[in-house]
């Protein structure tokens, strides 16, 4: 095995794993603020990509301007569906919400299919497509956008969470959420404020990839249970442990792909979830907490 | 200031309170004595809009919040110190206070002031200072007590819940909070409604108590009315130190 390929492996695994990391923050941010695990997060990470297109080739807007509108119109529909799904339930039990997500997210990707078809689209990469040389490897300009929009948004996300009294009250919500009412945080306000960086979230995580790998009305199912399953290595942190689940997820998927067969991309990331389940359903990094009472 | 008038609460299908009236007057410590059970608790968390009364009013500063949810109540000026603490075990002490103030952050309430009453909270219980960065989580019950009481205070409430204040504390720390209830209505003249299983400190601090008793109100009276009273004593007062 040369080092060169293994360093090719390595890179581009680094930028899918950013993705999921996005994706899974996503998951992560909805279910410590309401412990529902939104199995249409997926969704909007299509929706990100498809809107973009939508955009781009019906409404001739430039790129830069083809992609905040597609997350804003992400972001509205995250909304809409935290309004018209999950609020009005009135027993929101567990099961129901699965329920709800998963309804929820088949009837996102329905209407997508009649809405764009079943056709695969490619997304233009944000500048060029020249290849640029690391070390042996290469990478290409967009593999470098998305590291550094994930970083960024990482780091705002991060911000957002320790130094905001918005952020510390959502943080508060999930800790303790009847202590949370009683300081005066609107705990719903806070479960329609999770929906909607988490859908804002999943579709920039849904355009960036969008140039490299092309998108479809169905690509959030796959996307949604990368992520899904970064964030439960990452034990469902909304933090640096799940950006590690995701790292760990595309590096693992690129070197299954290029030393085993690429067959086994999509069953590497099944695996890795069953075993972390069985095993450490706490995440890679989660530890018994210690606290007094 | 406040009024229960004909509180019914039901929890699931046990019927907690039945018939509960109860009033406070503007700067008036009044306490809620009762075995385990007798629905203490209830009567706090149905004023806080966590548990809705199912019928009867709740009539704050003569303003309906019966059917208002807790944060609703919060920003009128009524803050609860609930059993058991629940501070935010994984956010530092600091993080704890702002939270309470989070009404005030919202309202975009100078931060200088807000501050400042930061800095008060920890004149008034300096043991929290040196561990403002601290975990909350990782602190003494004691401490945390002290923090649920600072990070209510944090909203100014007019009217303060506290929910069994001493709850497993060394006899010091009770004191201590104690003394902090005590210089609170003194320097802030704050409105205090106080459930306390140690119904002698209790009686000492309030100016006047109710005696409940499987959801009922059977006793109301003066502070030292109640002290007196023969039921009250063998009932709450005998076993002081239990």
């Known amino acids: 095995m040369q080092f060169d390929q293994l360093l090719q492996y390595v890179l581009s695994g680094l930028s899918t794993g950013a993705i999921y990391a996005l994706i899974g923050i996503g998951f992560s941010i909805i279910y410590n603020a309401t412990g529902i695990i939104n199995f249409a997060q997926g969704e909007f990470v299509m929706l990100g990509g498809m809107l973009t297109l939508l955009f781009l080739d019906s409404c001739k807007l430039p790129l830069w301007a083809a992609i905040p509108c597609a997350i804003a119109v992400s972001t509205a529909s995250g909304m809409l569906f935290e309004r018209l799904a999950i609020r009005p339930l009135r027993q929101p039990t567990p099961i129901n919400l699965v329920i709800i997500t998963i309804g929820g997210s088949i009837l996102i990707r329905g209407l997508s299919m009649l809405l764009w078809g079943k056709d695969t689209h490619a997304i233009p990469p944000f500048s060029g497509e020249e290849p640029i040389a690391v070390g042996g490897a290469t990478i290409l300009p967009q593999h470098i956008w998305i590291l550094g929009i994930t970083l960024l948004i990482i780091a705002a996300n991060k911000f957002y969470f320790y130094h905001t009294i918005s952020g510390k009250a959502m943080r508060a919500c999930a800790y303790n959420r009847r202590a949370a009412g009683l300081v005066g945080i609107d705990v719903r306000r806070m479960v329609l404020f999770s929906f909607i960086i988490s859908s804002a979230m999943g579709s920039v995580a849904g355009i960036i990839v969008a140039p490299l790998t092309m998108t479809a009305y169905d690509v959030g199912v796959m996307l949604g249970l990368k992520g899904f399953c970064a964030a439960i290595i990452g034990g469902m942190s909304s933090g640096g442990a799940t950006v590690v689940g995701g790292l760990i997820l595309g590096i693992l998927e690129s070197l299954g792909a290029g030393l085993i067969s690429s067959g086994y991309k999509d069953a590497i990331a099944f695996i890795i979830l069953l075993l972390i389940l069985f095993i450490r359903p706490q995440g890679l990094f989660g530890k018994a907490q210690s606290e007094r009472v | ?242």
Do not use: C, W
């Not at chain 2, 003494?140 to 990070?151: H, K, N, P, T, V």
């Open chain 2, 1 to 242: 200031m406040l009024r229960l008038k004909n509180i019914h609460t039901h929890y699931g299908k046990v019927h907690a309170l039945k018939n509960v009236s109860l009033r406070l007057l503007e700067g008036e410590i009044v306490t809620l004595i009762g075995a385990n059970g007798a629905g203490k608790t209830t009567i706090l968390n149905t004023i806080s809009g966590v548990t809705p009364a199912s019928s009867g009013e709740v009539l704050f500063e003569n303003k309906q919040i019966t059917e208002l949810a807790p944060d609703r109540i919060v920003k009128l000026g009524i803050s609860q110190v609930p059993e058991g603490r629940q501070v935010f075990k994984q956010l530092s002490v600091e993080d704890n206070l702002d939270l309470g103030a989070y009404l005030r952050y919202r309202s975009r309430e100078d931060k200088a002031s807000i501050n400042e009453d930061r800095e008060h909270i920890f004149t008034l219980f300096p043991q929290l200072l040196n561990r403002r960065k601290q975990l909350a989580g990782t602190m003494s019950g004691g401490e945390q007590q002290m923090l649920a009481i600072g990070r209510a205070l944090m909203a100014k409430p007019k009217l303060l819940l506290l929910d069994e204040p001493s709850m497993g504390l060394a006899p010091l720390v009770f004191q201590e909070i104690f003394r902090v209830l005590h210089q609170l209505r003194h320097e802030h003249g704050t409105t205090i409604l106080l459930v306390e299983q140690n119904a002698k400190a209790a009686l000492k601090l309030a100016d006047r108590g109710y005696v409940l008793e499987t959801g009922k109100i059977i006793l109301e009276g003066s502070s030292v009315e109640l002290m007196d009273n023969t039921d009250v004593k063998r009932a709450y007062l005998g076993k002081e130190k239990g």
